[in-house]
């Protein structure tokens, strides 16, 4: 599929629906090293620190849940918006996007790629599936005494697809097809 999704149309619904087309800025680290990141430098740990010093938060656990919260919110706004306006979804592959953990919306996401995939329900939420499969902020949040995948904003996502995964089969990954981001339990949508 490759419905045309003016990024422009997006911005003025809203600050989190922005998505800026291709190339970021210097700052900005394709989202697939925020998953991975090299040892020198970790993205997501510098978003966690700020959200914790802009918070005030007495504890780090509330910094992760938000920069996560923050991270997946800009995420299924582009998608959601893109579904509602064009009847598509922007491939947001990590390796695609780009993210600025210092930016705010709607400076802070872009996108290297214009291909698009259809809009119904399974594909919107693989599309954005990997800001919670991948990392967890939590492994970056040192003195949070939270196993990966433990805070608020990666729990509930997480447990919703284990109340759907019933179902849900097949082993195919985000965008229908299996391969690195494959997970088992995802798939096509089966009657009950």
């Not at 809203?14 to 394709?30: I, K, N, T, Y």
């Not at 019933?166 to 096509?188: F, I, K, M, V, Y």
């Amino acid at each position: 599929m490759n419905t045309p999704i003016d990024l422009a149309e997006l911005a003025p619904v809203g600050g989190f629906f922005a998505l800026r087309p291709a190339p970021a800025p210097g700052g900005a680290v394709p989202l697939v090293k925020v998953y991975d990141p090299p040892t020198d430098a970790d993205p997501l740990a510098f978003r966690v620190g700020k959200v914790a010093r802009r918070l005030g938060a007495p504890e780090e656990r509330i910094a992760v849940s938000v920069a996560q919260l923050g991270l997946a919110a800009r995420l299924w706004s582009v998608a959601l918006g893109s579904a509602a306006l064009y009847g598509a979804v922007p491939d947001l592959d990590p390796a695609l996007l780009s993210w600025d953990a210092d930016g705010t919306s709607p400076d802070d996401l872009w996108l290297a790629g214009t291909g698009t995939l259809p809009a119904d329900a399974v594909t919107v939420r693989n599309v954005v599936q990997h800001v919670i499969s991948r990392r967890s902020p939590t492994r970056c949040a040192p003195g949070t005494g939270s196993r990966p995948g433990c805070c608020g904003a990666t729990r509930a996502p997480r447990s919703r697809e284990r109340a759907g995964s019933a179902r849900l089969g097949g082993a195919a990954g985000p965008r229908g097809r299996g391969g690195a981001g494959a997970r088992p339990g995802l798939g096509t949508l089966r009657p009950p």
